[in-house]
């Protein structure tokens, strides 16, 4: 049925046009791109690490370079609907390859050919579809590869990559038994209003937060134990425990309708504040009372 009406609608509306089908196809270890006419293949192996979408727009340029006849007008065929979508909505934020494929198109235009892109509905027995989807599925090692990675991909790849690093290392080292797992710096980094902020939590999350019986160790400081409690003066106790400081605690955990369970482990506490974005904002107004450096 769409292939019938398919053909209907080429042979009616696209009469003097030249026909080429394009296609790509990814897996793991391969991303491949294709196109066809009645003249001339190719297919050709890229960088895995393009996607799908890349590869696509990127057939569809390749096609226009290598498939087309100078004299005649275009007909491409592609099952990408969202690369006609990105040329539809062409921005100057557009990614890379949709601009060159819309400049590809418009110095077309410029010689008086016109190019018609038409989306086919994959796997619906359109012979077109099938020969360029046939190309792109059998590439091999043998096909020629070009190099192009686009640089969307390239960026969000890494984006990925660095975000599951520090959180692999750090789950593999040994301080995990100590800290128990923090919540995560990076989660909590779109909560945080300037640099100043993201460094206080940074140091709270890890312990690294300047106490006086930090100092005490480096010998910078006399005296390790906190005048009212007589306990030494680390973050657990400064933060939990204190009791110059339980006004505070009362206050943080009335405004956030928390009860002061919250402080019987620093665990739970960094939990807690690293809940949401007000309860950060709410810690971090109540820290400037504290006596931490
Ligand atoms: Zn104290």
Known sequence: MIKALFEETISEEFQDYFIIATDASKSQIYASIAGTSNLRSFSFRIHPINSIFIAEALAICQAIDDLSVPDSNLLILTDSFSVLQALKNLTIKSPKVILRLAHK??????????????????????????????????????????????????????????????????????????????????????????????????????????????????????????????QENTIEHILLTCKKYLPHRRIFCLKLNLSLLIFSSYKVFLFTICSSKRHLQVFLQMLKLFDIY
């Open 105 to 230: 198109i418009l110095m077309r235009a410029k010689l008086n050919k016109k190019i018609a892109l038409v989306w086919t509905p994959g796997h619906s027995s359109i012979t077109w579809n099938e020969r360029a989807d046939y190309l792109a599925k059998n590439v091999t090692e043998s096909d020629l590869y070009i190099e192009w990675i686009a640089v969307e991909d390239i960026c969000s790849y890494y984006s990925k990559f660095s975000i599951q690093k520090p959180i692999e290392n750090f789950r593999n080292i040994k301080y995990l038994e100590v800290l128990g797992e923090l919540p995560s710096i990076l989660s909590t980094a779109p909560w945080l209003k300037n640099r100043r902020e993201d460094i206080i939590i940074t140091r709270i999350l890890t312990r690294m937060i300047i106490t006086p019986a930090l100092l005490n160790i480096f010998g910078l400081h006399n005296n390790p134990f906190c005048a009212v409690c007589n």
